[in-house]
C-alpha cells in the first residue's frame, strides 16, 4: 500500500493527517482498501509513510486489521512509488505481491489481473479501464502487453485505457529499481518494455474505482454513498465492527434545531448547533458548526469551527 504520499491536490484537508486516512462517512480511506485485498486472499500488508506517520500509529495501535497484520516503513525523505517499493524489498522479494496506491477507493475484481500476470508470466501486471482517468497506457489487445506509457516509446499504439494504480508485480521487478533512489515506477516500466521483457494490462471495466485526490471527488464519493441503492462487491469491515455507512456517529451533538440534508456525514464528537444548516458536507471527527451557520460542500477538518455561510469551502 502506496501511503506516503503529500496529499498535495486535496490542500490543507492533509494537514492533520495523511490522505489515505481521510474519513468516508468515518471509515478511513486505507481501509476500504485493506477489505478489497482481503476479499481477494491477501494474507500481509505493507504501508509506507511519509507524511504525519504517527497518524497511521494512532488509527492502527495494534498494527492490525481485522486480525491482519500491518507493517508500517517509514521513509523519512520521500522515494516516489518505485523508491517506496525497493524501500520494503526486505519483505517482499520471496512473493509475488500486489501494489495498491492509498488513495484510490475501488472494488474491481481483479482476480482476472492476478490469474493471467501468473498464465502469462508477467513481470508486471496492470489493472487498467478504459474510462475514469487519464487515458495513458497503449495496450497489445493480442497478447494482452503494454506497448507505451503517455506517448513516451512513440510506439504508434493509441493510448485508449486508465493505469488504475493497483498491479501485480513478481519479486524480480525488485532487482530493476535501484536503491535508496527517489524513482517512479513509470520509467521502470518504460524500460522494460524497450527490452522487451513482460508487462502486462487487463482491463477491467465492471465495478467501482474513484481517485480521491479532489475535494470534488471526496465529496462525490459520499454522494454515491448517500444513495440507498448503491452497490458495492465486497463488505465493509469484519463482522464486529459497526454498520456501515455511518451518517451520524453516536458520540456526535446535534441540536434538535438544525437542518441537515442530502450526502452529509458527521463524524465523533462533532457537534452542530442551534439553527445551523447543513447541506452534502463532511465534519471530522470534533468538528464543530456554529450557530445559525449555512454550509453546502463543506468539509470541517478534525477540531476545526464553521460558522456564517459558505458553499464550497474547506475548514
Known sequence: MLGAGLGTRLKHLTGQKPKPLIPICGKPLITFAFDHLIRHGIERIVVNTHHRPEAYAQTFPDSKYRGLPLHFEHEPALLETAGGIKNVEHLLRSETFLVYNGDILSDLPIDAAIEQHFRQRNEVTLVLRSSGGPLHISLDEKN????????????????????????VVSPSFLFKVPSRTKISVIPIFLHMIQRGLKIGGVVIDEGHWWDLGTREKYLEVHRYFAQKTFTFKYEFGGPDDPPWPMWIHPNAKISPRTKISGATAIGPGASVDDLAQITDCVLWENAQVASGAVLRNCIVTAGQTASGAHTDFDF
Not at 144 to 166: C, H, N, W
Open 144 to 167: 494482452g502487453q503494454i506497448v507505451d506509457i503517455a506517448r513516451r516509446l512513440r510506439s504508434g499504439v493509441e493510448p485508449k485505457y486508465m493505469f488504475t494504480g493497483i498491479y
